[in-house]
Nanobody, 120 residues
Framework: QVQLVESGGGLVQAGGSLRLSCAAS????????MGWFRQAPGKEREFVAQ????????SYADSVKGRFTISSDIAKGTVYLQMNSLKPEDTAVYYC?????????????WGQGTQVTVSA
């Protein structure tokens, strides 16, 4: 079992920055890939970024490449999403995710989400 708690959302003007944090806890936490997803009103949840706890492997959605940076601190059990040059279309609820597949079984956990609103 993994518990995830997001924080850092808020209201920001276009062009501004926010940093989201995800406090993670649970056994074998280091075996999970950690990610951020987002869901805008009326839209499906979409992938934003993913990272391994070692920080050696990252991936991003094309829509955020060059603007968002994902990082992790295993000692603190925290994953971050630094969001720069924010656009109104980045407005969404952002969710932290922990994911792994073991022996054909998927283990998938979500946080409660944090709202990010970008005004024009």
């Amino acid at each position: 079992q993994v518990q995830l708690v997001e924080s850092g959302g808020g209201l920001v003007q276009a062009g501004g920055s926010l940093r989201l944090s995800c406090a993670a806890s649970g056994r074998t936490l280091s075996t999970y890939a950690m990610g951020w997803f987002r869901q805008a009103p009326g839209k499906e949840r979409e992938f934003v970024a993913q990272i391994s706890w070692s920080g050696g492997s990252t991936s991003y959605a094309d829509s955020v490449k060059g603007r968002f940076t994902i990082s992790s601190d295993i000692a603190k059990g925290t994953v971050y999403l630094q969001m720069n040059s924010l656009k109104p279309e980045d407005t969404a609820v952002y969710y932290c995710n922990a994911d792994k597949v073991v022996g054909g079984t998927r283990y998938h956990y979500w946080g409660q989400g944090t709202q990010v609103t970008v005004s024009a």
